[in-house]
């Protein structure tokens, strides 16, 4: 991960409070704001450096790419056509006119720089205020050339921050089961990419079956379910390092596993004798806690941020519904009432909600509850999706679904999906083959 | 006007004759379901002559039905006159449940045909248990009769 840090060089002007534009994140944006984010200027001598190392003809445009995809990936924002543009990229950092902006009914203006510097990449950025002709924020990172898709989300992260008042959640990744192959045998594989679908890599080889990575709280141990010698057991694996150890080696079978939220133990279920409870592992001196205790089906266990309360499926009321208890195992309370079965709870990081998948007359539903079980919201309906992960900042969902087969058993496919948690902004997330189980990592820098 | 009405009509009975074949097809299939327990004999492979390998299960259940007791107790007496073949009883879900709780579920399942073994003399030393959940679908369809050939329990000869 070490190769991964940026280092936050200067801080060119600090941050002023009076922009005008904000951005209200709470409600299905159906006006998303329109910016102009302007190819990042280069002179010619970094452009020719860079085009040697990366072999990217103008890195300063591809990272402005990037800025501008995420931006209307996250639905909040309309990135205007470029062609419209009529001031050139270098003057426009320097001094934008805001009437050339204006004139194309942009409302905020994202410029910047690149340089060559002793082999490193650095990038200046600033955000402008159209109507009201002002600076927002000025920005500077110099970094490994190679981390040049990063500095584009973190960008994009200090602009959403700035703009909407909270954390940003494009300089993720996402861990997630590639899958392909034919139904009835299909080949998993573990596989992590940068949460647009770029550097996709295959963590596994795909000989044996691998289900639900989860990362830990620093996105750099991710625990799963391996079937390694058919023995399904809860691993833990170094992303860096690719060293895999097994950590739910009890005499039966161990699955479902979860990071506690100080990263300390993992929380999964173990089934023997037909019987499924959850328990807790503490990584560095190997105690293993029990935490339920009943003869039904325990399992798809997730700590609250703050680590006292624990979200979990069971089907101790004859179907499978969602419960709370507190971290010891006690007071356990139903919260689940709603028609249907529920499944997969996860708890918001920021602790208000519980998302969850709900069965209902045959259709699946990802939506959300508070963690009470009141407030209940149905996000989207499908054939067949689940196992819904949040994004780092609380406002994002992930999940995977699921087409029907025909009679034939044809037209099979696992796709990954994200939406907003007003409902709005559902969308497919590009992987390379079929996917499902994903797990969003936190925030790679803050 | 005469036309788009003939035309509504010749709609309304190519609705019907869908509706009509519809219902062939599922009176069909449960000729081979008992309630949504499979019956048929479709996926089923033999441990040795008149001894199936395989019982299915309702929707979300792990209660094993008269036939499944049957087919264990045939896998009981084969176990017992081959007292040297130990088994793993693989234990599986359909598609339309989540992964996690259908890993638990087919473990269950499993655990289920174990017991009913056990119950007929074969020692649990000669038994072990795996779940695969709804990864191992025998039958790749998108309908209750596939997912019924899905919810099952597997005996198969280790060694």
Not at chain 1, 419 to 428: K, S
Request: hydrophobic share 35%.
């Amino acid at each position: 991960m070490k190769n991964f840090l940026i280092t936050l060089i200067i801080i060119l002007i600090p941050l002023k409070s009076f922009g005008l534009i904000e951005v209200d994140i709470t409600r299905g944006n159906l006006n998303p704001l329109p910016i102009a984010v302007s190819p990042l200027s280069i002179d010619e001598e970094s452009r020719k450096n860079f085009e040697n190392i990366l072999e990217k003809k103008n890195i300063g445009s591809e990272i402005s790419k990037i800025v501008e995809n995420n931006l209307k990936v996250s639905g909040l924002f309309n990135p205007l056509n470029k062609d419209a543009f009529l001031q050139k990229p270098d003057i426009a950092n320097l001094k934008p006119r805001f009437e050339d902006w204006n004139l194309i009914k942009a409302q905020a203006l994202i410029t910047g720089k690149v340089s060559y510097l002793e082999e490193k990449l650095r990038v200046e950025f600033r955000l402008w205020d159209v109507l009201a002709g002002k600076e927002m924020m000025a920005l500077a990172f110099t970094t490994v050339p190679n981390n040049w898709r990063r500095v584009g989300h973190i960008i994009t992260d200090k602009v959403y921050e700035r703009l909407t008042g909270e954390k940003g959640y494009f300089d993720t990744r996402i861990i997630y089961v590639a899958e392909e192959g034919p139904k009835t045998q299909r080949v998993k594989k573990l596989a992590i990419m940068d949460q647009d679908g770029a550097n996709n890599k295959f963590l596994t080889l795909g000989n044996e079956l691998v289900l639900t990575p989860r990362f830990n709280p620093t996105s750099q141990m991710v625990t799963y379910l391996s079937y390694f010698r058919n023995l399904p057991r809860v691993y833990l694996l170094d992303i860096e390092t690719g060293t895999q150890e097994v950590v739910g080696d009890f005499p039966g079978m161990t699955f479902a596993p979860r990071f506690s939220p100080d990263g300390k133990k993992i929380i999964m279920s173990f089934a023997k004798d037909g019987n499924s409870e959850i328990y807790t592992m503490d990584l560095e001196n190997r105690i293993v806690e029990k935490i339920t205790n009943h003869p039904s089906i325990d399992t798809s266990p997730s700590y609250s941020p703050d680590g006292k309360f624990i979200s979990f499926n069971s089907d101790r009321s004859g179907y499978q519904q969602i419960y709370v208890m507190k971290s010891d195992g006690n007071n356990v309370k139903r919260i689940s009432f709603g028609k249907g079965i529920y499944g997969t709870p996860v708890w918001s990081p920021r602790g208000d909600l519980i998302a969850f998948t709900k069965l209902h007359k045959g259709k699946f539903y990802i939506g959300v509850m508070r963690t009470d079980g009141s407030g209940e919201r149905l996000l989207t309906e499908n054939f067949y999706q689940e196992a819904p992960s949040w994004s780092p900042n609380g406002r994002v969902l992930i999940f995977y679904r699921e087409t029907k087969t025909d009679s034939k058993g044809k037209g099979f496919s696992a796709k990954l999906w994200s939406i907003d948690l007003t409902g709005y902004n559902e969308r497919q997330v590009p992987t390379p083959t079929d996917g499902s189980d994903p797990s969003w990592s936190s925030l790679l820098s803050n | 006007m005469k036309l788009s009405k003939i035309l509504k009509n010749g709609f309304l009975i190519v609705v019907a004759c869908l509706a009509l074949s519809a219902c062939a097809t599922s009176k069909k299939t449960t000729g081979q379901m008992q309630g949504d327990v499979y019956t048929g004999t479709d996926t089923v492979e033999y441990l040795a002559s008149g001894v199936p390998d395989r019982v299915f299960f309702a929707t979300n259940e792990s209660v094993l039905t008269t036939a499944s007791r049957e087919t264990l107790r045939k896998q009981a007496a084969w176990l017992r006159k081959n007292s040297k073949i130990t088994i793993v009883l693989e234990g599986h879900a359909d598609e339309r449940g989540t992964r996690e709780y259908n890993l638990a579920l087919g473990e269950r399942r499993a655990n289920a045909a174990k017991d009913y073994l056990m119950t007929y003399g074969i020692s649990s030393d000669r038994i072990s248990v795996l779940s695969y959940g709804k990864e191992r679908p025998v039958d790749s369809g998108s309908n209750p009769l596939a997912w019924s050939k899905n919810r099952r329990s597997v005996t198969v000869k280790a060694n």
